[in-house]
């Protein structure tokens, strides 16, 4: 079984001359944004780019106090800056932005390719809780402020660089945040976009995918996700999907270096598992039944009762499970009497949609697209 580590070992000597862009290479570079470049190279769209080979020495010569903790992402950084095939490519217009205010998380970089070819690649959900609270307000707000920043985004580079042919791609919600900027950068932009790559990213809560503008990119975006997958299938999303093996099990399948690999291309297989079906129903249930107002009420709560905890992160509140616990607690109790009957409320409402999609008791769970 091989992953993208092995396909490195394996084609990692080939130039983009010689085997183009392929699958897994969007993949690659939709994993980029995950890892905290915006030091070592220009947040400019219009700036000098920098080998990714050089940023990468910079990046472990000083590496960044606040990292995402996989592991995973500075292995996969040291490979690309030792793989001939990645190392003389050249990255601009890194950013990463993290605003409590809006409730904003948005990291996105470009990658120059040969052939006025450009990557434009977006991060998806990151460690922070203002991340996933902006994950959750997809479920009952379109668009959410990294959406309106994605499409700007891919605008300036897009502006900046007129001659080149863009691809776009990311993984998790950096996949949604792909498909949203091709569809709204404009019309002037969109024609020269070849091809979006959406890595198990969710999709809409809005008639998106039944706009012209996505009809007309149709044809262009690639959506692939693990047979365990829950986030694809969240929200209107179109069917149009490949469905890749990994070596994972369950909900860890959303880990992109988890996803099996044979040549150029993914692993694939014809069905998802019968616990991504199972609990893409239940978590389909909860999000269509509930209203955006109940979803927002439910939202605010929880997140409330997580900053509670003092801590800024998901790996943060794991790490002092029983200080963060404690503080849970103590949040909740103090919270108003309406609030915590709303999060009583939906909770109890997941609980009996688990229970009636175990007992048989759910409609088809396939959405048309």
């Known amino acids: 079984m091989s992953n993208i580590f092995d396909y490195l070992a394996w084609r990692g000597d080939l130039s983009f001359g010689n085997a183009p862009l392929c699958p897994v290479d969007a993949l690659i570079f939709s994993m980029l944004p995950y890892i905290r470049l915006e030091d070592f190279v220009p947040s400019s769209a219009r700036g000098e780019p920098v080998r990714l080979a050089d940023a990468a020495s910079a990046y472990f010569a000083n590496p960044p106090k606040k990292v995402n903790p996989d592991v995973n992402h500075a292995k996969l950084l040291q490979l690309l800056a030792e793989a001939p095939r990645f190392a003389p490519l050249r990255l601009l217009a890194a950013q990463k932005e ?82 949203y900027a091709a569809v709204h950068c404009g019309p002037e932009y969109r024609h020269r976009i070849r091809a979006i790559y959406n890595n198990d990213g969710p999709g809409f809560c809005d008639d998106t995918i039944a706009s012209p503008e996505y009809t007309e990119l149709r044809s262009r975006i690639h959506t692939y ?40 291309d993914f692993e694939y297989t014809d069905r998802r598992t019968a616990f991504g079906q199972e609990t893409e129903a239940i978590v389909d249930r909860f999000v269509s039944e509930l209203s955006p107002e109940r979803k927002r009420q439910f939202g605010e709560a929880l997140f409330a009762i997580l900053q509670s905890t003092e801590q800024e992160t998901v790996s ?36 009996r949609f688990r229970k009636d999609v175990r007992k048989g008791r759910l409609p088809n769970t396939e959405k048309s697209s």
Request: hydrophobic share 45%.
């Open 316 to 351: 943060g509140i794991t790490g002092n499970k029983l200080q963060s616990f404690r503080r849970i607690l103590s949040s909740y109790a103090d919270l108003d009497p309406k609030v915590r009957s709303v999060l009583n409320d939906s909770f109890s409402a997941l609980n």
């Open 98 to 179: 993290v605003d409590p205010k809006s409730v904003m998380q948005f990291a996105a970089i470009t990658v120059l390719l040969p052939g006025q070819n450009l990557f434009v690649a977006f991060e998806g959900t990151d460690d922070t809780l203002i991340g996933w609270q902006e994950d959750f307000r997809m479920s009952y707000e379109c668009p959410v402020p990294a959406q309106l920043r994605a499409a700007e985004y891919l605008r300036a580079v897009a502006a900046a660089h007129p001659l080149r042919r863009i691809f776009v791609g990311g993984h998790s919600k950096g996949g949604n945040l792909a498909m």
């Open 225 to 264: 996700l693990p047979e365990s997958s829950i986030v694809a299938v969240l929200l209107e999303h179109d069917n149009n999907y490949k469905i890749v093996k990994s070596a994972a099990v369950g909900l860890f399948q959303h880990d992109a270096y988890s996803w099996q690999i044979r040549g150029a």
